[in-house]
Each structure stands twice: as structure tokens, then as C-alpha cells.
């Protein structure tokens, strides 16, 4: 293997990359990746200018609901949309609300899914409460926040009722 670049090391299986803030201290960024050709070339954009700053962490999915529900609030969504988006984030709040949301997996969908069906919410109900993780998810991918859908958000199946009879012929 070749000789790593200067200025770019490993430290528990991700690289990152040695730079000097504006302050004059020297910082350490994580590049994000556990793959060396994919750390070299994200610090080569860092230090071409194309890049302004390698981002840190992603925030947590509670903070930026929030900041997804201010930006309804902007747009001049109605105030009862607003109030049913922050119910529907409340309930999703137990399980993922903690969560960075670039870290939230199928499986936490799963969950979400099973227990709220097991407390005996509509299979509409739930699917509901998703359509918003979901814009919140594009939302952050959309602000660059996270690069990409950190999960599939997989709809459970509605079961649609029998067409009423009409009296009319």
C-alpha cells in the first residue's frame, strides 16, 4: 500500500485529517469514511478550496424535526398542519428522537412500526406518522445535513373496505 498523505491519519477504523482553524489551532476533522482512496480525495477537495469545511456530526433527529417544523412555519403552513406534524414527530420521538439521523435504520422503522401496532394504531395511522420521518429525512438530505436516506421507510399494507352498496341504480 502506498504512503499515506500528510495530514491525513486513522483512528479507530475512520480517517481524518489534520487542519489549522482560523484561530491557529491545529484541529482534527473526521473525513467520514473508513475508505483510504475516498479520505484522500475528500481531503484533496478540502484543501483545493471546493469543499469550505468537512462537516461533523449530524445532529440528533429531535433538533432537526425542530428546525423542519420552523421551516413550516416559514413557509406559512397552516396552523393546524404544523400542530398535527409536531403530534406525529412527539410519537416518533420516543424511538428515534435521540438518535443522529443519519444513524436511523430499517429496523428502528421496524419497531416504531410494530409497537405502534401493537398498541392498536391503524396500519393508515402509522404510515401517517412515517410520511413525516420521511420528509424530515429528505428535508435533511436536501439542506446536506446527511448525503443520502440513511434507510428504505417501508409502508405496512392498508387494507381497503368493501365499497358500500348505493341506493341509486
Not at 39 to 62: H, L, M, T
Amino acid at each position: 500500500m502506498a504512503r499515506r498523505k500528510k495530514g491525513i491519519f486513522l483512528h479507530r477504523d475512520v480517517y481524518y485529517m489534520k487542519i489549522k482553524a482560523p484561530d491557529g489551532q491545529w484541529r482534527m476533522r473526521s473525513l467520514g469514511t473508513k475508505d483510504y482512496m475516498e479520505a484522500s480525495r475528500r481531503f484533496d477537495e478540502y484543501k483545493a478550496g471546493q469543499i469550505v469545511a468537512i462537516p461533523n456530526r449530524a445532529p440528533r433527529f429531535r433538533d432537526f424535526a425542530e428546525k423542519y417544523v420552523e421551516g413550516l412555519i416559514a413557509r406559512g403552513r397552516r396552523p393546524r398542519t404544523i400542530e398535527s406534524v409536531r403530534d406525529d414527530l412527539r410519537k416518533l420521538d420516543p424511538f428515534i428522537g435521540i438518535k443522529r439521523i443519519d444513524t436511523i435504520t430499517a429496523q428502528d422503522v421496524e419497531d416504531y412500526q410494530s409497537m405502534r401496532r401493537k398498541r392498536g394504531m391503524a396500519p393508515a395511522t402509522v404510515n401517517g406518522e412515517l410520511r413525516i420521518l420521511r420528509a424530515v429525512l429528505r428535508r435533511a438530505v436536501e439542506h446536506k445535513v446527511i448525503r443520502e436516506m440513511p434507510c428504505k421507510i417501508i409502508f405496512l399494507r392498508v387494507e381497503r373496505k368493501a365499497e358500500r352498496p348505493t341506493f341509486t341504480k
